[in-house]
T-cell receptor, first 114, second 115 residues
Framework: EAGVAQSPRYKIIEKRQSVAFWCNPI?????LYWYQQILGQGPKLLIQFQNNGVVDDSQLPKDRFSAERLKGVDSTLKIQPAKLEDSAVYLC????????????FGPGTRLTVT | GESVGLHLPTLSVQEGDNSIINCAYS??????FIWYKQESGKGPQFIID?????DKRQGQRVTVLLNKTVKHLSLQIAATQPGDSAVYFC??????????????FGKGTKLSVKP
Protein backbone atom coordinates (compact mmCIF):
# COMPACT_ATOMS: atom_id res chain seq x y z
CA GLU A 1 0.00 0.00 0.00
CA ALA A 2 1.47 3.35 -1.01
CA GLY A 3 1.93 5.87 1.78
CA VAL A 4 1.14 9.56 1.98
CA ALA A 5 3.02 11.45 -0.72
CA GLN A 6 4.17 15.04 -0.40
CA SER A 7 6.01 17.42 -2.67
CA PRO A 8 8.28 19.20 -2.82
CA ARG A 9 10.49 17.73 -0.12
CA TYR A 10 12.45 20.95 0.34
CA LYS A 11 11.73 24.58 -0.47
CA ILE A 12 13.70 27.74 0.16
CA ILE A 13 12.02 31.10 -0.39
CA GLU A 14 12.48 34.69 0.66
CA LYS A 15 10.12 36.35 3.09
CA ARG A 16 7.01 37.84 1.50
CA GLN A 17 7.11 35.28 -1.30
CA SER A 18 4.41 32.66 -1.81
CA VAL A 19 4.75 28.90 -1.60
CA ALA A 20 2.47 25.89 -2.07
CA PHE A 21 2.74 22.33 -0.84
CA TRP A 22 0.99 19.31 -2.26
CA CYS A 23 -0.25 16.16 -0.53
CA ASN A 24 -1.67 12.92 -1.90
CA PRO A 25 -3.18 10.82 0.90
CA ILE A 26 -3.48 7.06 1.11
CA UNK A 27 -6.13 5.81 -1.28
CA UNK A 28 -9.55 5.64 0.35
CA UNK A 29 -8.68 7.85 3.31
CA UNK A 30 -11.46 10.34 3.83
CA UNK A 31 -9.69 12.52 6.38
CA LEU A 32 -6.63 14.62 5.64
CA TYR A 33 -4.60 16.70 8.09
CA TRP A 34 -1.92 19.36 7.68
CA TYR A 35 0.52 19.82 10.55
CA GLN A 36 3.29 22.35 11.09
CA GLN A 37 6.43 21.11 12.86
CA ILE A 38 8.89 23.77 13.96
CA LEU A 39 12.41 22.51 14.60
CA GLY A 40 12.70 20.88 18.03
CA GLN A 41 8.95 20.74 18.59
CA GLY A 42 6.13 18.32 18.03
CA PRO A 43 3.73 18.70 15.11
CA LYS A 44 0.88 21.19 15.50
CA LEU A 45 -2.38 20.65 13.64
CA LEU A 46 -3.22 23.41 11.18
CA ILE A 47 -6.28 22.10 9.38
CA GLN A 48 -8.36 18.96 9.07
CA PHE A 49 -10.47 17.94 6.06
CA GLN A 50 -13.22 15.36 5.93
CA ASN A 51 -13.53 14.51 2.22
CA ASN A 52 -13.51 17.97 0.59
CA GLY A 53 -14.89 19.88 3.58
CA VAL A 54 -13.00 21.63 6.36
CA VAL A 55 -13.88 20.28 9.80
CA ASP A 56 -11.32 22.17 11.86
CA ASP A 57 -9.12 25.10 10.87
CA SER A 58 -9.04 26.80 14.26
CA GLN A 59 -5.22 26.86 14.36
CA LEU A 60 -4.66 27.95 10.77
CA PRO A 61 -3.33 31.54 10.47
CA LYS A 62 -5.94 32.49 7.92
CA ASP A 63 -4.43 35.86 7.08
CA ARG A 64 -1.62 34.11 5.24
CA PHE A 65 -2.34 30.38 5.12
CA SER A 66 -4.95 28.67 2.97
CA ALA A 67 -5.68 25.07 2.12
CA GLU A 68 -8.01 23.24 -0.17
CA ARG A 69 -9.03 19.71 -1.03
CA LEU A 70 -11.30 20.27 -3.99
CA LYS A 71 -12.06 16.72 -5.09
CA GLY A 72 -11.70 15.08 -1.71
CA VAL A 73 -8.38 13.48 -2.57
CA ASP A 74 -5.26 15.62 -3.08
CA SER A 75 -4.75 18.75 -1.04
CA THR A 76 -2.65 21.89 -1.31
CA LEU A 77 -1.47 24.18 1.48
CA LYS A 78 -0.44 27.71 0.54
CA ILE A 79 1.39 30.44 2.39
CA GLN A 80 1.13 33.97 1.05
CA PRO A 81 3.12 35.99 2.02
CA ALA A 82 5.65 33.92 3.95
CA LYS A 83 7.30 35.13 7.14
CA LEU A 84 10.55 34.01 8.73
CA GLU A 85 8.63 32.22 11.49
CA ASP A 86 6.96 29.99 8.89
CA SER A 87 10.20 28.04 8.54
CA ALA A 88 9.20 24.53 9.53
CA VAL A 89 8.38 21.07 8.23
CA TYR A 90 4.85 20.81 6.91
CA LEU A 91 3.45 17.33 7.41
CA CYS A 92 0.42 15.85 5.76
CA UNK A 93 -1.38 12.91 7.32
CA UNK A 94 -4.44 10.90 6.41
CA UNK A 95 -6.81 8.45 8.07
CA UNK A 96 -9.79 6.37 7.04
CA UNK A 97 -12.13 8.34 9.24
CA UNK A 98 -11.97 11.42 11.39
CA UNK A 99 -10.06 9.86 14.26
CA UNK A 100 -7.05 10.29 16.46
CA UNK A 101 -5.64 6.86 15.82
CA UNK A 102 -4.19 5.42 12.63
CA UNK A 103 -3.13 8.72 11.18
CA UNK A 104 -0.46 8.00 8.61
CA PHE A 105 2.08 10.74 8.02
CA GLY A 106 3.93 11.69 4.89
CA PRO A 107 7.65 12.59 4.87
CA GLY A 108 6.93 16.31 5.06
CA THR A 109 8.10 19.40 3.18
CA ARG A 110 10.92 21.33 4.82
CA LEU A 111 10.39 25.07 4.24
CA THR A 112 13.11 27.60 4.87
CA VAL A 113 12.17 31.27 4.70
CA THR A 114 15.13 33.64 4.42
CA GLY B 1 -2.93 26.65 27.24
CA GLU B 2 -2.58 23.11 28.42
CA SER B 3 -0.26 20.91 26.40
CA VAL B 4 1.66 17.68 26.49
CA GLY B 5 5.17 18.04 27.86
CA LEU B 6 8.24 15.88 28.35
CA HIS B 7 10.63 15.42 31.26
CA LEU B 8 13.84 14.86 29.26
CA PRO B 9 14.79 16.24 25.87
CA THR B 10 17.57 13.67 25.22
CA LEU B 11 18.24 10.10 26.28
CA SER B 12 21.33 8.04 25.56
CA VAL B 13 21.33 4.29 26.18
CA GLN B 14 23.58 1.34 25.48
CA GLU B 15 22.48 -1.16 22.86
CA GLY B 16 20.63 -4.00 24.55
CA ASP B 17 19.55 -1.95 27.54
CA ASN B 18 15.97 -0.97 28.22
CA SER B 19 14.86 2.60 27.51
CA ILE B 20 12.22 4.59 29.33
CA ILE B 21 10.86 7.78 27.80
CA ASN B 22 8.57 9.92 29.91
CA CYS B 23 5.79 12.34 29.15
CA ALA B 24 3.62 14.55 31.33
CA TYR B 25 0.22 15.76 30.26
CA SER B 26 -1.84 18.44 31.89
CA UNK B 27 -5.36 18.01 30.52
CA UNK B 28 -7.48 15.62 32.55
CA UNK B 29 -10.02 15.53 29.71
CA UNK B 30 -7.59 13.67 27.46
CA UNK B 31 -8.80 10.14 26.91
CA UNK B 32 -6.43 8.74 24.34
CA PHE B 33 -2.66 8.80 24.02
CA ILE B 34 -0.25 7.77 21.29
CA TRP B 35 3.49 7.36 21.10
CA TYR B 36 5.13 8.22 17.77
CA LYS B 37 8.65 7.62 16.50
CA GLN B 38 10.16 10.10 14.08
CA GLU B 39 13.37 9.35 12.25
CA SER B 40 15.36 12.07 10.57
CA GLY B 41 13.71 13.28 7.38
CA LYS B 42 10.58 11.22 7.90
CA GLY B 43 7.11 11.78 9.26
CA PRO B 44 6.02 10.44 12.65
CA GLN B 45 5.31 6.73 12.76
CA PHE B 46 2.76 5.17 15.12
CA ILE B 47 4.27 2.96 17.81
CA ILE B 48 1.60 2.21 20.36
CA ASP B 49 -1.50 3.76 21.87
CA UNK B 50 -3.48 3.58 25.09
CA UNK B 51 -6.90 4.69 26.20
CA UNK B 52 -7.59 6.36 29.51
CA UNK B 53 -9.49 3.33 30.83
CA UNK B 54 -6.24 1.33 30.75
CA ASP B 55 -3.01 1.72 32.71
CA LYS B 56 -0.75 -0.54 30.66
CA ARG B 57 -0.51 -1.81 27.14
CA GLN B 58 2.15 -3.97 25.57
CA GLY B 59 3.34 -4.30 22.03
CA GLN B 60 6.34 -5.88 20.42
CA ARG B 61 9.30 -4.77 22.57
CA VAL B 62 7.34 -1.69 23.69
CA THR B 63 5.13 -1.03 26.69
CA VAL B 64 3.16 2.11 27.44
CA LEU B 65 2.20 2.94 31.01
CA LEU B 66 -0.42 5.50 31.94
CA ASN B 67 -0.74 6.98 35.41
CA LYS B 68 -3.82 9.17 35.44
CA THR B 69 -3.32 10.17 39.07
CA VAL B 70 -0.17 12.10 38.27
CA LYS B 71 -0.95 12.60 34.58
CA HIS B 72 2.11 10.74 33.43
CA LEU B 73 2.78 8.57 30.41
CA SER B 74 5.85 6.49 29.70
CA LEU B 75 7.19 4.40 26.84
CA GLN B 76 9.41 1.47 27.65
CA ILE B 77 11.52 -0.07 24.92
CA ALA B 78 13.05 -3.44 25.72
CA ALA B 79 16.47 -4.45 24.42
CA THR B 80 17.03 -1.14 22.65
CA GLN B 81 18.59 -1.43 19.20
CA PRO B 82 20.44 1.08 17.01
CA GLY B 83 17.35 1.24 14.80
CA ASP B 84 15.42 2.67 17.74
CA SER B 85 17.44 5.88 17.54
CA ALA B 86 14.93 8.61 16.75
CA VAL B 87 12.84 11.33 18.33
CA TYR B 88 9.86 10.04 20.28
CA PHE B 89 6.70 12.07 20.75
CA CYS B 90 3.72 11.48 22.94
CA UNK B 91 0.44 12.89 21.75
CA UNK B 92 -2.92 13.27 23.43
CA UNK B 93 -6.44 13.50 22.14
CA UNK B 94 -9.39 15.17 23.77
CA UNK B 95 -12.34 13.64 22.01
CA UNK B 96 -15.04 16.17 22.75
CA UNK B 97 -16.75 19.14 21.10
CA UNK B 98 -15.85 18.17 17.56
CA UNK B 99 -12.18 17.79 18.28
CA UNK B 100 -12.12 14.27 16.96
CA UNK B 101 -8.86 13.51 15.24
CA UNK B 102 -7.03 16.46 16.80
CA UNK B 103 -3.77 15.30 18.30
CA UNK B 104 -1.73 17.52 20.61
CA PHE B 105 1.94 16.61 20.49
CA GLY B 106 4.64 17.13 23.06
CA LYS B 107 8.09 18.44 22.17
CA GLY B 108 9.80 15.09 21.82
CA THR B 109 12.69 13.13 23.34
CA LYS B 110 15.69 12.25 21.25
CA LEU B 111 16.83 8.69 21.88
CA SER B 112 20.41 7.81 20.97
CA VAL B 113 21.55 4.19 21.11
CA LYS B 114 25.25 3.55 21.60
CA PRO B 115 26.63 0.34 20.05
Amino acid sequence: EAGVAQSPRYKIIEKRQSVAFWCNPISGHATLYWYQQILGQGPKLLIQFQNNGVVDDSQLPKDRFSAERLKGVDSTLKIQPAKLEDSAVYLCASSLRRQAYEQYFGPGTRLTVT
Amino acid sequence: GESVGLHLPTLSVQEGDNSIINCAYSNSASDYFIWYKQESGKGPQFIIDIRSNMDKRQGQRVTVLLNKTVKHLSLQIAATQPGDSAVYFCAENMDYGGSQGNLIFGKGTKLSVKP
